[in-house]
């Protein structure tokens, strides 16, 4: 199968409904489309009503829109997954940590108390590895204390078939013998992914005007790029997020016709480069689409985490408490 047919098949929810996973900040749902398409029943909960609407729009499972705490009541379930925001936690900052109202981990922390699932995990940005590394090591800390082994990688989302480089920290806590998927040998370029989307020009389309190619072109000087930051057809699209799709005219998403103009993308074409299937709609704005889709966790990338975790629960390879233990002396924090 080519992209759009992996993406749009492979991706449908498998017939199998069980166990249950608990996704929590879960967006527009991508990650739990992963996971339904690995034959997981999903339960959503999200504070914005326009994700909501779409996670109800496409998948099985429910979305309870909501604004969470560390008090709210979730259903029993095997998996816990999501993406706690994290607040920037800078050097000259307060360094309240898990003590910090504002921050999502807590709540994710009093899930794994509440719930005991099997096994969890979330996702996040590449900072929380550097500027605030500290602060991870406290949240990994706090697991190992719960009696998980917490192991975590650096993906990147173009090394199992999406075509953008989307750098993500995906953070695992298990009781033994998890395996993160294998790497992709070969890498989907946004030509694949868009096929003849890339060279039309409906009505609809919007196009840079003349001044903003020449704050283009002044950006990219004053950036000291190499090549032009349009969207090139032969390799993967650089990262989609939400300030490159809605806004920004410098960094801007955008594609060059063959007749010279630019023209920013089409949802659907932003929904391609991140690996949602041409069936899922969302829900609200154009904005608000794109604030959905520079949030979410490619669904393609999810299904292959979807895959591990799969893996996991049928493997019944667990560790005794103190086998654990010994386990979590060797893994670095």
Same mark, same amino acid.
């Given at each position: ?9 492979q991706?449908k929810p ?8 608990v996704d929590?900040?879960?967006?527009c749902g991508g990650l ?12 959503g909960f ?5 994700s ?58 009093s &899930? ?14 590449? =900072? ?7 602060y ?20 990147n ?6 075509p ?5 920290l995906i ?10 998927p ?8 946004? =030509? ?24 283009? &072109? ?8 190499k090549?032009?930051r349009d969207?090139?057809l032969?390799k ?13 005219? =410098? ?8 007749c =010279? ?9 932003? &929904? ?23 949030? &979410? ?6 299904f ?20 654990i233990?010994?386990r ?6």
């Open positions: 199968m080519n992209y759009v047919e992996t993406i749009n098949h991706l498998a017939s199998s409904r069980s166990p249950l996973v929590l900040f879960a967006g739990s489309v992963g996971f339904e398409a690995q034959g997981f029943a999903t339960h999200e504070k914005n009503a326009d909501c609407a779409t996670y109800r729009k496409n998948l099985k499972g429910n979305c309870t829109q909501i604004l969470l705490t560390p008090e709210t009541e979730l259903p029993l379930a095997k998996v816990l997954i999501g993406g706690p925001p994290c607040q920037p936690f800078s050097v000259g900052g307060k360094q309240k940590g898990l003590q910090d109202s504002r921050d999502g981990f807590p709540i994710f922390i &899930a794994v108390k509440r719930l005991c699932p099997e096994i969890w995990l979330f996702e996040n940005v590449r =900072g929380l590895l550097y500027k605030n590394k500290w991870l090591d406290e949240i990994v800390q706090t697991f190992q204390d719960l009696g998980f082994i917490v192991e975590w990688r650096l993906l989302a173009v090394d199992f078939g999406v953008q480089n989307r750098e993500r953070v695992v806590g298990h009781k033994g013998n998890f395996k993160f294998k790497l992709f040998e070969k890498k989907i370029s946004a =030509g694949e992914a868009l096929g003849e989307l890339a060279f039309l020009a409906p009505e609809e389309s919007k196009f840079l005007t003349p001044s903003m190619d020449e704050y283009v &072109a002044k950006y990219e000087k004053a950036s000291f790029c090549r032009p969207l090139h032969d993967p699209a650089r990262t989609l997020t939400c300030r490159n799709l809605a806004a920004a005219t =410098g960094d801007m998403h955008r594609i060059k016709l063959p =010279g103009r630019r023209r920013r993308l089409f949802i659907t074409e932003a &929904a391609r480069l991140q690996s949602f299937p041409d069936w899922f709609e969302f829900v609200g704005t154009q904005t608000s689409c794109f604030n959905q889709l520079g949030n &979410a966790v490619p669904p393609l990338f999810a292959h985490l979807a895959g591990s975790v799969r893996d996991y629960l049928q493997s019944d390879c667990r560790l005794s408490p103190s086998e233990e010994q979590q002396s060797v893994i670095p924090i």
